[in-house]
Protein backbone atom coordinates (compact mmCIF):
# COMPACT_ATOMS: atom_id res chain seq x y z
CA UNK A 1 0.00 0.00 0.00
CA UNK A 2 2.88 2.27 0.81
CA UNK A 3 3.88 1.68 -3.37
CA UNK A 4 0.42 3.36 -4.46
CA UNK A 5 0.92 6.14 -2.35
CA UNK A 6 -1.59 5.42 0.59
CA UNK A 7 -2.05 7.82 3.38
CA UNK A 8 -1.92 6.08 7.20
CA UNK A 9 -4.93 6.80 7.26
CA UNK A 10 -6.03 4.81 4.42
CA UNK A 11 -3.85 1.92 5.34
CA UNK A 12 -5.11 1.63 8.27
CA UNK A 13 -8.91 1.50 7.17
CA UNK A 14 -8.31 -1.49 4.97
CA UNK A 15 -6.38 -3.34 7.73
CA UNK A 16 -8.95 -2.49 10.38
CA UNK A 17 -6.16 -1.48 12.38
CA UNK A 18 -5.65 2.21 14.79
CA UNK A 19 -3.87 4.48 12.57
CA UNK A 20 -0.90 4.52 14.84
CA UNK A 21 0.14 1.23 14.15
CA UNK A 22 0.33 2.03 10.69
CA UNK A 23 2.70 4.06 11.44
CA UNK A 24 4.47 2.32 14.15
CA UNK A 25 4.87 -0.29 11.52
CA UNK A 26 6.15 2.35 8.63
CA UNK A 27 8.47 3.40 11.29
CA UNK A 28 10.02 0.10 11.63
CA UNK A 29 10.15 -0.38 7.78
CA UNK A 30 12.18 2.77 7.11
CA UNK A 31 14.34 1.85 9.85
CA UNK A 32 15.09 -1.52 8.39
CA UNK A 33 15.78 -0.09 5.15
CA UNK A 34 17.93 2.38 6.92
CA UNK A 35 15.54 5.18 5.01
CA UNK A 36 14.13 8.56 5.98
CA UNK A 37 10.79 8.57 4.23
CA UNK A 38 8.51 6.62 2.10
CA UNK A 39 9.71 7.65 -1.08
CA UNK A 40 13.13 6.45 -0.60
CA UNK A 41 11.98 2.92 1.17
CA UNK A 42 10.08 1.89 -2.17
CA UNK A 43 13.55 2.62 -4.10
CA UNK A 44 15.42 0.77 -1.86
CA UNK A 45 13.00 -2.13 -1.80
CA UNK A 46 12.68 -2.34 -5.09
CA UNK A 47 16.77 -1.91 -5.47
CA UNK A 48 16.66 -5.14 -3.08
CA UNK A 49 14.26 -6.99 -5.02
CA UNK A 50 11.71 -7.26 -2.13
CA UNK A 51 8.52 -5.47 -4.37
CA UNK A 52 7.50 -6.51 -7.56
CA UNK A 53 6.79 -4.30 -10.48
CA UNK A 54 3.75 -6.10 -10.96
CA UNK A 55 0.56 -3.41 -10.41
CA UNK A 56 -2.08 -4.08 -7.70
CA UNK A 57 -5.19 -5.27 -9.31
CA UNK A 58 -7.01 -6.51 -6.12
CA UNK A 59 -9.92 -4.00 -5.78
CA UNK A 60 -10.03 -3.80 -1.79
CA UNK A 61 -12.13 -0.94 -0.89
CA UNK A 62 -10.82 2.11 1.60
CA UNK A 63 -13.54 4.76 2.04
CA UNK A 64 -15.51 3.85 -1.23
CA UNK A 65 -11.72 3.57 -3.43
CA UNK A 66 -10.17 0.68 -4.39
CA UNK A 67 -6.71 -0.02 -3.60
CA UNK A 68 -5.91 1.04 -7.23
CA UNK A 69 -7.04 4.80 -6.32
CA UNK A 70 -5.35 4.95 -2.89
Known amino acids: ?5 ASNQDIAE ?12 VS ?3 S ?10 I ?3 RALGLLS ?3 LT ?4 ARGRSI ?3
Request: net charge positive; aromatic share 0%; no cysteine.
Open 68 to 70: RQI
Open 53 to 55: SAP
Open 28 to 30: NIL
Open 1 to 5: MLVSG
Open 14 to 25: VLVVATSTVKHH
Open 32 to 41: KLDVTNRTQA
Open 58 to 61: EGVL
Open 43 to 45: ARA
